[in-house]
């Protein structure tokens, strides 16, 4: 006989947990449970703090001293075109571009971009003019007074940005005057979606063999874009052992790293599907 229980919106807690009463206080020693069916949204963050993926430097000439800024993004879920829009905003916030007075179209010198033709991020930079051309007005930037000065971007030594684009931690371009486009290639695979897999772990699991002792399930997004949904049921049940009386158990959710899971979409549906255990010897250990 099986006791199936439902987890879902209800049950939210916080960004990682939720919580079921129960119906009674239970003694779940002589259960054990398996995640039936799990339906999540792809909603987690691949860019926080809680990361440390969210940090990189950005030098650019100015009629004084080339003026060196950290830009920290803001937690998200982020795409290379996603990445290369708050770059914009930051660039804009600064005073770093020109507008063409007809068209309004503004200049950026800077940008990320994916290579049409390889599996990389390419960083893109234009040299800047000594002086505002004819035709556009300034953000309120001021201009180098000497020629084919580039902005740079710095990745970290210090923080995990360098893996979400593919850079080595330096400075890019190496050298800042350069005339004409200067265009640079991740040096490996970008990883822009850093969490490979997702642990569910309940409360009240116990397994002697981790030290992961309520590790109840694990399951990967892969092939689902952001925001769509994520069927995570397991081909077959693997049922694991419980322990102890409760009168509410915990689910969470946990990156392939233990780090906490930031889910974004609280709308979850996990069936849990408790049994009787076939075997009770669990945890005892026979001496020859």
């Known amino acids: 006989m099986s006791f199936p229980i439902i987890i879902n919106s209800s049950n939210y807690i916080s960004n990682n947990t939720y919580r079921v009463d129960l119906a009674n206080v239970i003694d779940l020693s002589e259960f054990e449970v398996s995640v039936g069916q799990a339906y999540v949204y792809y909603s987690w963050y691949n860019i926080s703090a809680n990361l440390n993926n969210n940090k990189f430097q950005i030098t650019f000439p100015t ?20 990445l290369n829009n708050a770059l914009q905003f930051w660039f804009i916030s600064m005073g770093y571009y020109i507008i063409n007075d007809v068209t309004g179209y503004y200049t950026y010198y800077g940008a990320f971009q994916i290579s049409p033709t390889g599996y990389s991020v390419q960083w893109i930079t234009n040299p800047l003019p000594t002086s505002l051309p004819a035709g556009y007005t300034s953000g309120g930037m001021t201009f180098p007074s000497s020629s084919n000065q580039h902005p740079q971007l710095t990745i970290l030594s210090t923080n995990d940005f360098k893996d979400i684009i593919g ?17 640079t290639e991740s040096s490996t695979p970008p990883n822009v979606s850093p969490i490979s897999a997702i642990q569910m772990r309940l409360s009240c699991c116990y397994n002697p063999f981790s030290s992961n002792s309520t590790l109840i399930h694990v399951f990967s997004s892969q092939g689902v874009g952001i925001g769509e949904a994520v069927n995570a049921s397991p081909i077959q049940l693997q049922f694991v052992p419980c322990i102890g009386i409760h009168k509410t158990i915990t689910l969470q959710f946990y990156d392939q790293l233990g780090r906490v899971l930031e889910l974004l979409d609280r709308n979850v549906v996990i069936k849990l599907i408790f049994q009787k255990k076939i075997s009770s010897n669990i945890g005892n250990v026979r001496s020859e």
């Open 167 to 183: 850079y080595s931690a330096s400075t890019y371009p190496t050298i800042p005057t350069n005339s004409g486009v200067q265009t």
């Open 63 to 82: 009629s004084g001293a080339s003026v060196t800024t950290t830009i920290t993004l803001d937690d998200g879920a982020y795409n290379i075109t996603d």
